[in-house]
Structures are given as structure tokens and as C-alpha cells.
T-cell receptor, first 114, second 113 residues
Framework: QQQVKQSPQSLIVQKGGISIINCAYE??????FPWYQQFPGKGPALLIA?????SEKKEGRFTISFNKSAKQFSLHIMDSQPGDSATYFC?????????????FGQGTTLQVKP | NAGVTQTPKFRILKIGQSMTLQCTQD?????MYWYRQDPGMGLKLIYY???????DKGEVPNGYNVSRSTTEDFPLRLELAAPSQTSVYFC????????????FGPGTRLTVT
């Protein structure tokens, strides 16, 4: 019940295309769903996050879509650029837990071809 | 603000050796975490701490130990290193509960041969 399942494992997109990464969870107590971006040799960094009281959140070219009933959320990268090539992790957490723990998906390696 | 710093960046250990991975944060965060990252496996939580003097096990604690004597430092100790501990290790910190975002260090790449 603590798992977050992420797909696909890897993704190749042409420059200007749309990249879509999907995640699914089981634990209905989760109430915070962040996406982290990791460049080679670096630590992950928060990209965008959503709470379940909204179905979509957009920041620039990055959008999270959230489907509470299906227990799924996805990251859409519009107009994908070579600089977006990185590994993306979805995660889930219960914000008011006394640990702050994040449960991470398996990661998706995105390559954007020029 | 240096954020979260980790040392060393790289290390090669022989089987059976021990070492300590250092982690320091200067953001006055109470919560700190140690993860390991293996290809295709995501980030697995090893240990975490919700404040100085308080630590607890994560998903994969076997073979590791931690201590938290100050707010700033959260070292991870590997005793009797095994090849299965070859991985990239990340330390992270966050504000108290309710804020969500974790700030990650640059990682330590450890090879056990």
C-alpha cells in the first residue's frame, strides 16, 4: 500500500513534443504529490507538486494532472527541450504525518532529441 | 546558504571495511533523510530523523547506522561493507511536517569490491 508505481521507465521524445510520465498509488492517505527532476551527477530537485484538492497544476511548460478517483497522477512536459533530458521521479506523502517521508516511484529517464 | 552538503563524492571500499558518509545542512531543518538510489529502483529510504537525538528506520536499514547529535549533521555509518551496498547515497532535509519539499545533497557514489 505504500508503493508508488511509475511508468514508463524510459522515454524518448523529439524536441517540441509532449512528454508524459504516469504514476499510480494505493494509499488514500497520501495528500501531497511532488515531482522531482534529477540531472546526471546531481541530487533530485523539486520540480512541481500538487495537493488532491485540485485536478491540475501548471508551472510554465510543466503540468501535473491528478485523478483522485483513479489514484493516478501524471506529469506533462509541453514543448519538450533537450535541456529537459533528465530522470524524473514522482513521489507521494502524507503532509501531516510526523515523519515527512516521501515514497518515490522508480523513476523515468527522459531523452529529448534535438 | 550551502544547502545540503555531502562528503565524500566518491569512495571505493573493500568488502568488510567500514566508513561514514557525512551530511550537513545549514537551513536549520529538523527533518533529515538518507536514501540510496539504484538503477531502475528509484530512491529507497534508509534512515530518517525528525530532530536531534531522534532517528528511525526506513525501508532498507540493514547494514547501516545513523546518529543525530546536532540539527545540522546526520552521518550514515556503513559497517562491514558488502557489494550489495554499492549505490549512490543521497542525504536530504526538510522543514517540519506540512511543508513537503525535501532538499537533496549532491550524493556520494560508493563502490564496494
Amino acid at each position: 500500500q505504500q508503493q508508488v508505481k511509475q511508468s514508463p521507465q524510459s522515454l524518448i521524445v523529439q524536441k517540441g513534443g509532449i512528454s508524459i510520465i504516469n504514476c499510480a498509488y494505493e494509499n488514500t492517505a497520501f495528500d501531497y504529490f511532488p515531482w522531482y527532476q534529477q540531472f546526471p551527477g546531481k541530487g533530485p530537485a523539486l520540480l512541481i507538486a500538487i495537493r488532491p484538492d485540485v485536478s491540475e497544476k501548471k508551472e510554465g511548460r510543466f503540468t501535473i494532472s491528478f485523478n483522485k478517483s483513479a489514484k493516478q497522477f501524471s506529469l506533462h512536459i509541453m514543448d519538450s527541450q533537450p535541456g529537459d533530458s533528465a530522470t524524473y521521479f514522482c513521489a507521494a506523502s502524507t503532509l501531516l504525518s510526523n515523519t515527512g517521508k516521501l515514497i518515490f516511484g522508480q523513476g523515468t529517464t527522459l531523452q529529448v532529441k534535438p | 546558504n550551502a544547502g545540503v552538503t555531502q562528503t565524500p563524492k566518491f569512495r571505493i571500499l573493500k568488502i568488510g571495511q567500514s566508513m561514514t558518509l557525512q551530511c550537513t545542512q545549514d537551513m536549520n531543518h529538523n527533518y533529515m533523510y538518507w536514501y540510496r538510489q539504484d538503477p531502475g529502483m528509484g530512491l529507497k529510504l534508509i534512515y530518517y530523523s525528525v530532530g536531534a537525538g531522534i532517528t528511525d528506520k526506513g525501508e532498507v536499514p540493514n547494514g547501516y547506522n545513523v546518529s543525530r547529535s546536532t540539527t545540522e549533521d546526520f552521518p550514515l555509518r556503513l559497517e562491514l561493507a558488502a557489494p550489495s551496498q554499492t549505490s549512490v547515497y543521497f542525504c536530504a532535509s526538510s522543514y517540519e511536517r506540512g511543508r513537503g519539499e525535501q532538499y537533496f545533497g549532491p550524493g556520494t557514489r560508493l563502490t564496494v569490491t
